[in-house]
């Protein structure tokens, strides 16, 4: 049986991937800042501040998974907050690293998350993992930070590694999605700003089994673009979301003003444009279970995952 160790595992993409893993006859193993003594999987603990990590953690590991890093969208992005951002993935990368680098009998692989945040905002632009990455905003600056130091993992351990720059996750368990759904019960859907901006969004199923294929398949290496082939602007996907999910409410923008007084220079989380597109993937010939929107939201919806 092949062992998986997932740092940030307990978060709404690990635990999804982590149940997946299991189903295919993965051992699964977590990587998280406290033990949980209910915690569904045997976890080993780090402290990326400190730098420090359980002696045993990469014992008989074949493959590392790194979803770890403080919620973009958790809170105003103070200066503070903004250094948890950042350091929260280029520490944990680094100590994982160092472990690597540490362990007696290395894993087969290092994947980790990354996210479409590295683009900027680019109006209508189509965006592939060959475009030139953002120069812009502090989505980008983390985000190319976060890689900086995924690409020193590779560098540091001669591991084959993968990076998947994720776009918006669909569930209903966490992300964006159950703010958008919130409203619906009081008839209104909004959309943020004009509407205009480009959302690249993914299925849950689709992303954890992205993981799965890059662990199996030694031809994936490097930077993939984690959306499906369909973005759509924040207005047209809301009034999808709206009618996929049999609802009537009213589709209303919040306007850009009142978004950068709320949320300050975080409101770029829902303001920027992103059109991505996976062309690494589509060429690697992966298929997209999720590929439509509609499907996708009354799948989720439907499970409840
Ligand atoms: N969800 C999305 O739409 C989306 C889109 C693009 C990119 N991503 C990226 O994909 C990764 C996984 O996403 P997710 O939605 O599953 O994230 P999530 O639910 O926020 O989970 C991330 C995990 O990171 C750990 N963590 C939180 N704060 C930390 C800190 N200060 N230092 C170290 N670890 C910390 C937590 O695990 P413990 O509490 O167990 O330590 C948490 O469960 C993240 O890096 C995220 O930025 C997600």
Request: charged share 25%; aromatic share 8%; hydrophobic share 40%.
């Amino acid at each position: 049986m092949e062992k998986v160790l997932i740092a940030g595992g307990t978060g709404l993409v690990g635990t999804h991937l982590s149940q997946l893993l299991n189903e295919k006859g993965y051992e699964v193993v977590h990587l998280s800042r406290k033990k949980n003594p209910n915690a569904a999987y045997p976890t080993f603990v780090w402290d990326t501040k400190k730098g420090t990590i359980e002696e045993e953690a990469l014992q008989g590991v074949d493959y590392v998974i790194n979803l770890a890093g403080a919620g973009i969208a958790d809170g105003l992005w103070t200066t503070s907050r903004k250094k948890l951002l950042i350091d929260s993935r280029v520490k944990g990368a680094e100590l994982l690293a160092k472990a690597i680098q540490d362990s007696v009998q290395k894993p087969k692989a290092y994947l980790s998350a990354a996210a479409i945040g590295i683009y900027g905002d680019r109006a209508d632009e189509v965006l592939t993992e060959d475009s030139a990455i953002g120069t812009e905003g502090f989505m980008v600056k983390c985000c190319q930070e976060w890689e900086d130091a995924i690409e020193s993992v590779t560098e540091r351990t001669g591991l084959r590694t993968v990076a998947f720059r994720i776009g918006i996750v669909l569930s209903t368990k966490g992300g964006a999605l159950p703010k958008m759904l919130l409203p619906l019960n009081f008839f209104t859907a909004s959309y943020f700003g004009t509407g205009e901006q480009w959302y690249s969004w993914i299925h849950i199923d689709d992303v954890a089994q992205f993981f799965i294929d890059a662990m199996e398949n030694e031809q994936m290496e490097g930077i993939y673009n984690a959306t499906t082939p369909n973005p759509l602007t924040n207005k047209d996907l809301t009034k999808r979301m709206v009618k996929a999910l049999d609802k009537k409410a009213l589709v209303i923008p919040a306007p850009t003003a009142a978004l950068r007084l709320g949320m300050g220079e975080m409101a770029d989380v829902v303001l920027n444009s992103n059109k991505v597109l996976p062309k690494r993937l589509e060429e690697q010939g992966v298929s997209f279970q999720f590929p439509t929107f509609e499907a996708a939201v009354k799948d989720v919806v439907a499970r409840g995952i």
